[in-house]
């Protein structure tokens, strides 16, 4: 079966200070990945999706970049943080067919202080 | 931008009564998928029901999609305490993109 892991769990980190967020897939090949903010009490924004290695779309401008290094492995980084960039992160994948849902992990909470 | 939006906001029933959650969203779609979420965790896929598809069944879970409408409704039957969550519903258009509502926050009382 497969499965998905994200952390960590929960990150405190300074104003300025760089970022780096993994998400791994387990049990199957190709998928989709996923990242999205969800703000508090809110719904998911995605960030970005990847279809392959090396392969990112980025649906808003941020100050946030995302990378697939391997097949299975997502991250999602900043160079520095800005305290706008609080939230909750959650990974995704999805098969890559139309008409699948998405497997989420269960998420980084990022407080920026 | 969000497409799909939940109503009502919070919902809030007794333990064994129905409770009913509806979305609507404004342009055409390939699916549209429900997911619940308990507090603090990750999306848990629910139901996903096709464009060409007016109802789907899952346990306790009844799906309908109006696409004429542009509006779908999601019924959980006879409630239980573990039920409470948030609620989501998502559409997918041509991409593998699914754009999210800000959802239903259910409360089941015991």
């Known amino acids: 079966s497969q499965t998905i892991h994200q952390w960590p769990a929960t990150l405190v980190q300074p104003v300025g200070s760089p970022l780096s967020l993994e998400c791994t897939v387990e049990g199957t090949s190709n998928p989709n990945l996923y990242w999205y903010r969800q703000a508090a009490g809110r719904g998911l924004q995605l960030l970005f999706y990847?279809?392959?290695?090396?392969?990112i779309s980025s649906e808003v401008p941020q100050n946030l970049s995302a990378s697939r290094p391997q097949d299975r492995q997502f991250i999602l980084s900043s160079k520095k943080l800005l305290l706008s960039d609080s939230g909750f992160y959650l990974c995704a994948w999805s098969l890559p067919v139309s008409n699948q849902p998405q497997h989420f992990g269960d998420g980084t909470r990022l407080s920026i202080l | 931008s969000q497409q799909g939006e939940e109503d009502p906001q919070a919902l809030s029933i007794q333990e064994g009564e129905n409770a009913t959650m509806n979305c609507s969203y404004k342009?055409?779609?390939?699916?549209l998928q429900w997911y619940r979420q308990n507090s603090g965790r990750g999306l848990v896929h629910l139901i996903l029901?096709?464009?060409?598809?007016r109802e789907k069944h899952s346990g306790r879970l009844r799906v309908t999609l109006d696409t004429s409408k542009k509006s779908s409704s999601l019924l959980i039957t006879a409630s239980r305490a573990a039920d409470t969550a948030s609620y989501f519903c998502a559409t997918a258009g041509s991409s593998y993109k699914l754009i999210f509502g800000s959802g239903t926050r259910l409360l089941v009382r015991p």
């Open positions: 029901i096709r464009s060409n598809e």
């Open positions: 990847s279809v392959g290695i090396g392969q």
């Open positions: 342009t055409s779609i390939n699916n």
